[in-house]
């Protein structure tokens, strides 16, 4: 009796641990009914010195559905965006620039240092040493862990455009559905208020009527701090604590470096894109730490391609196989690139939401419910965003232009289902299987079985293969 006591409660304690893995997986499952999609641009921005964000609107039923945000930084040449933590994990894809950025991982070593005095214009001379500086261009996907604080710096000479998932129901995130930025320097409040519609602060431009935000907070978090102790707990004059505090600061969140930021970094080599090496065997559990763990990886690159057709386009998925602390952020990316009038094979997400940007061209977007209903059959252009929930079936057809866009996705290892192709689930069903479930004769379900040799991408106007034998 005490064994099945024991036992019982073992299990109790995992049930409810198991459930609170995601504290609003049931509210966000609420959200789900969704009778009418629609493409998505945004619909508000908040302005600094060396740049803007743009945000799409969390409040909309797709991000409640999907229990995501999505923002768009805009970071000017010799622009940094300020150090900051947020509660949601980040999947970051740079559409356009090149630049360096940083994570700072509790407990991780200062591996980058100099041998040699670094000279500043005041004619002082310093040594310094810091947390590791990963490099970053276009096409990359950058990921950065919940409650990590991280900042980005523009040392190109285009702009940054850089495209941010936040996944706000992710496990990691115990406070509420929605994001928030903690800033550790700089004063937002206080910079240039110029968003699209209306001009309200960076901390209050976010807030609904239902009192959520995405952003919160007019300041940094020394400012909650008071003077005296912060001089204390770093040891340092109060005129210098008080920097930290930067009450008189009106350079927003995305500040201008003049004299360009002075860091310790290694070079940035041509061959970076490529991967570094392919290790075989079984890993050991040594190969990486937190503190070493590869945080960014191009997706751009068709020779890396999952799925290739040269009349069709090409795609490529991102997930815990390639980027290993994907696993930990629960999060994937597919990038897709479709030619002139290309299709792809209509399909459906078996264990995630989506979340596709598009970011050259357009094409024609169908996404069919459970109950057969199309919730969305539209064009989608450059800049729009269009949600794609669990399991709800979709078919794109590029236009005239041709099409490319990046899709997030909210598992590690998000996995399709076509419902047509070489691979497809129509393909695995038996022939008799499909002419008595659609009432057809054999021929023409051999034809609706056979006839795209192709995977996913198809290519337009393909021609109907020519019939074999048919098995009684």
Same mark, same amino acid.
């Given at each position: 009796?005490?064994?099945?006591?024991?036992?019982?409660?073992?299990?109790?304690?995992?049930?409810?641990?198991?459930?609170?893995?995601r504290?609003?997986?049931?509210?966000?499952?609420d959200?789900?009914?969704?009778?009418?999609?629609?493409?998505?641009?945004?619909?508000e921005?908040?302005q600094?010195?060396?740049?803007?964000?743009?945000?799409f609107?969390?409040?909309n039923?797709?991000?409640?559905?999907?229990?995501?945000?999505?923002?768009?930084?805009?970071?000017?040449?010799?622009?940094?965006?300020?150090p900051?933590?947020?509660?949601?994990?980040?999947?970051?894809?740079?559409?356009?620039?090149?630049?360096?950025?940083?994570?700072?991982?509790? =407990?991780?070593?200062?591996?980058? $240092?100099?041998? %040699? @005095?670094?000279?500043?214009? +005041?004619?002082?001379?310093? #040594?310094? &040493?810091?947390?590791?500086?990963?490099?970053?261009?276009?096409?990359?996907?950058?990921?950065?862990?919940?409650?990590?604080?991280?900042?980005?710096?523009?040392?190109?000479?285009?702009?940054?455009?850089?495209?941010?998932?936040?996944?706000?129901?992710?496990?990691?995130?115990?406070?509420?559905?929605?994001?928030?930025?903690?800033?550790?320097? =700089?004063?937002?409040?206080q910079? $240039?208020?110029? %968003? @699209?519609?209306?001009?309200? +602060?960076?901390?209050?431009? #976010?807030? &609904?009527?239902?009192?959520?935000?995405?952003?919160?907070?007019?300041?940094?978090?020394?400012?909650?701090?008071?003077?005296?102790?912060?001089?204390e707990?770093?040891?340092?004059?109060?005129?210098?604590?008080?920097?930290?505090?930067?009450?008189q600061?009106?350079?927003?969140?995305?500040?201008?470096?003049?004299?360009?930021?002075?860091?310790?970094?290694?070079?940035?080599?041509?061959?970076?894109? %490529?991967?570094?090496?392919?290790?075989?065997?079984?890993?050991?559990?040594?190969?990486?730490?937190?503190?070493?763990?590869?945080?960014?990886?191009?997706?751009?690159?068709?020779?890396?391609?999952?799925?290739?057709?040269?009349?069709?386009?090409?795609?490529?998925?991102?997930?815990?196989?390639?980027?290993?602390?994907?696993?930990?952020?629960?999060?994937?990316?597919?990038?897709?690139?479709?030619?002139?009038?290309?299709?792809?094979?209509?399909?459906?997400?078996?264990?995630?939401?989506?979340?596709?940007?598009?970011?050259?061209?357009?094409?024609?977007?169908?996404?069919?419910?459970?109950?057969?209903?199309?919730?969305?059959?539209?064009?989608?252009?450059?800049?729009?965003?269009?949600?794609?929930?669990?399991?709800?079936?979709?078919?794109?057809?590029?236009?005239?232009?041709?099409?490319?866009?990046?899709?997030?996705?909210?598992?590690?290892?998000?996995?399709?289902?076509?419902?047509?192709?070489?691979?497809?689930?129509?393909?695995?069903?038996?022939?008799?299987?499909?002419?008595?479930?659609?009432?057809?004769?054999?021929?023409?379900?051999?034809?609706?079985?056979?006839?795209?040799?192709?995977?996913?991408?198809?290519?337009?106007?393909?021609?109907?293969?020519?019939?074999?034998?048919?098995?009684?």
């Amino acid at each position: 009796m005490a064994k099945f006591l024991s036992l019982s409660l073992t299990f109790l304690v995992v049930f409810h641990g198991c459930l609170a893995l995601r504290p609003f997986q049931q509210q966000q499952q609420d959200q789900c009914q969704i009778q009418r999609i629609n493409a998505l641009e945004p619909n508000e921005r908040v302005q600094s010195e060396a740049g803007w964000t743009d945000f799409f609107d969390s409040s909309n039923q797709q991000f409640q559905c999907a229990g995501v945000e999505v923002i768009r930084h805009h970071i000017q040449p010799q622009g940094l965006l300020l150090p900051s933590y947020i509660n949601t994990p980040l999947m970051v894809y740079i559409l356009q620039g090149r630049g360096y950025q940083g994570t700072m991982m509790p =407990g991780c070593a200062e591996t980058f $240092q100099s041998s %040699q @005095q670094l000279q500043e214009g +005041s004619g002082s001379s310093f #040594q310094d &040493r810091h947390q590791k500086i990963r490099h970053f261009q276009q096409g990359d996907v950058v990921v950065i862990p919940a409650g990590a604080a991280h900042w980005m710096y523009n040392d190109g000479q285009e702009e940054i455009i850089a495209v941010t998932l936040l996944d706000s129901t992710n496990s990691a995130n115990q406070l509420d559905q929605f994001h928030r930025r903690f800033f550790l320097a =700089g004063n937002p409040q206080q910079g $240039q208020q110029q %968003q @699209q519609q209306g001009g309200r +602060s960076w901390g209050r431009s #976010q807030k &609904r009527q239902s009192g959520q935000s995405q952003e919160e907070g007019a300041g940094n978090i020394f400012q909650g701090f008071d003077l005296e102790m912060l001089a204390e707990v770093f040891n340092v004059d109060q005129e210098t604590a008080e920097k930290l505090q930067s009450p008189q600061d009106n350079r927003g969140h995305i500040v201008k470096v003049e004299r360009g930021l002075q860091v310790i970094r290694p070079p940035m080599r041509s061959e970076q894109r %490529q991967e570094q090496s392919r290790r075989g065997g079984a890993a050991n559990g040594l190969e990486e730490t937190i503190c070493s763990a590869k945080m960014t990886h191009n997706i751009d690159d068709p020779s890396r391609a999952d799925f290739y057709n040269t009349q069709a386009g090409w795609c490529n998925n991102l997930n815990s196989f390639k980027l290993p602390i994907l696993q930990m952020l629960q999060l994937s990316a597919e990038r897709g690139v479709l030619h002139r009038n290309a299709i792809v094979s209509p399909y459906w997400i078996m264990n995630a939401h989506g979340i596709l940007y598009v970011t050259r061209g357009n094409m024609r977007m169908q996404i069919v419910n459970h109950e057969g209903q199309t919730v969305f059959n539209d064009q989608i252009q450059e800049g729009q965003l269009v949600v794609v929930p669990q399991n709800f079936a979709v078919v794109k057809k590029a236009g005239e232009q041709g099409c490319e866009w990046i899709s997030f996705r909210t598992n590690d290892n998000a996995m399709i289902n076509t419902l047509a192709g070489h691979t497809s689930a129509m393909r695995a069903l038996p022939l008799n299987v499909i002419a008595n479930a659609y009432q057809m004769s054999p021929e023409q379900a051999w034809d609706l079985k056979f006839s795209r040799k192709e995977t996913v991408m198809f290519s337009p106007m393909t021609s109907r293969s020519s019939r074999r034998g048919i098995e009684a």
